[in-house]
């Protein structure tokens, strides 16, 4: 493990240098979700709005997709998608070093993302693999959040079922998900003492934590609002969460931890507080095969179906330089958001770079 662990730093050392092509795809399988969260809109994309990429397709993408040593596959949900554990073992087969395998997910359904996650973990996957189950408050919050009634319990349903697997698979981690958003700024530790009385020995240290973001191309949610009372209170919580969290030289606890303390400054400013170097880094692929810089910079790169699903050419492509060199001038949204920003804290600490 610690010697994948190497060979995982090296890569981006190289990626981050400029030698390698970027080592991240994150990759909507699908925008169909269950849940009608009102911060994110991807649940109103009408299904006319394109023909998702068939396992076929998928294939293409996979076997002439270089350097790639951790996946993403978001959504909206998923887990959605009956061929998941297919995708999986597609990426896996062209991509035998792959070391990182991410996925969120609402929990919506408890027996079906349980049996999805174990195909996965006994059809050989080697990479780690992290299923982060999202809880955005106490039971009555989460709920109305996420526009559905008894999201929290199977939320909390599906978190204690992964956390079984997780016993059975050393490559297997399951985490919680909480959005600091303006509804519930100020709430977390409130979150967790509920949780906890359904999950026992519930810490800080269980969450995987984010800031809410806009994004015209992917949440869809240009209209909401974030003022300065929301980046006090975040400011405030982050500062409270930070401490209660349990010290660990683990390389993912380093990243959320470097995470969080720089939101701070993104709370500050409203601006990226390093240097975004997304482009050189990561990739984001719609569910229809259309290209972006990342989640939340809306310039189409093109779509993968024109270009005979080789990222290559797209990233090679004017559209792709000049989105680059606006992106270093610091002419795009200025997100903060764990889809790109862990990438850049991990090539950044990679070369000693904080």
Not at 286 to 300: D, I, K, L, S, V
Not at 301 to 313: A, I, K, W
Request: aromatic residues 10%; positive net charge; contains cysteine.
């Amino acid at each position: 493990m610690a010697a994948d662990l190497l060979k995982f730093i090296f890569r981006v050392v190289k990626t981050g240098l400029g030698f390698k092509a970027p080592f991240e795809l994150n990759f909507a399988l699908t925008y169909h979700c269950p849940m009608r969260c009102v911060n994110c809109r991807i649940w109103e994309i009408p299904a006319s709005a394109g023909r998702e990429l068939s396992l076929e397709e998928i294939r293409e993408l996979a076997q002439k997709t270089r350097n790639l040593y951790w996946l993403r596959l978001t959504g909206g949900e998923p887990f959605l998608r009956p061929d998941y554990p297919e995708a999986v073992q597609i990426f896996q087969q062209a991509h035998p070093e792959l070391y990182l395998l991410s996925t969120p997910t609402s929990g919506y359904d408890p027996e079906r993302i349980e049996r999805m996650a174990q195909q996965v973990l006994e059809g050989g996957l080697q990479a780690r693999f992290v299923i982060t189950v999202s809880l955005d408050g106490p039971q009555e919050l989460h709920d109305r959040l996420r526009g559905k009634a008894g999201a929290w319990a199977k939320a909390l349903e599906t978190y204690a079922a992964l956390i079984k697997l997780q016993t059975r698979h050393a490559n297997f981690k399951a985490l919680l998900g909480y959005t600091i958003q303006p509804q519930n700024a100020g709430r977390f530790f409130e979150t967790i003492a509920e949780a906890g009385k359904a999950v026992p020995n519930l810490s800080a240290r269980d969450f995987h934590l984010n800031l809410a973001q806009k994004s015209e191309i992917y949440y869809h949610n240009p209209e909401m609002e974030m003022g300065q009372e929301f980046n006090r209170a975040a400011s405030r919580e982050i500062r409270e969460i930070l401490p209660a969290r349990p010290f660990s030289l683990s390389p993912v606890s380093l990243v959320e931890d470097m995470y969080l303390r720089l939101s701070l400054k993104y709370l500050k400013t409203g601006r990226c507080p390093i240097p975004c170097t997304v482009s050189r880094l990561s990739r984001f692929v719609n569910p229809y095969g259309e290209a972006f810089p990342c989640t939340a910079f809306n310039r189409p790169l093109g779509n993968l179906r024109d270009f005979g699903f080789d990222l290559s050419q797209i990233e090679n492509s004017p559209a792709a330089l000049e989105a680059a060199q606006e992106i270093r001038r610091g002419e795009c949204p200025q997100c903060w958001t764990p889809c790109e920003a862990h990438q850049m804290l991990v090539s950044r600490l990679s070369r000693g770079g904080f």
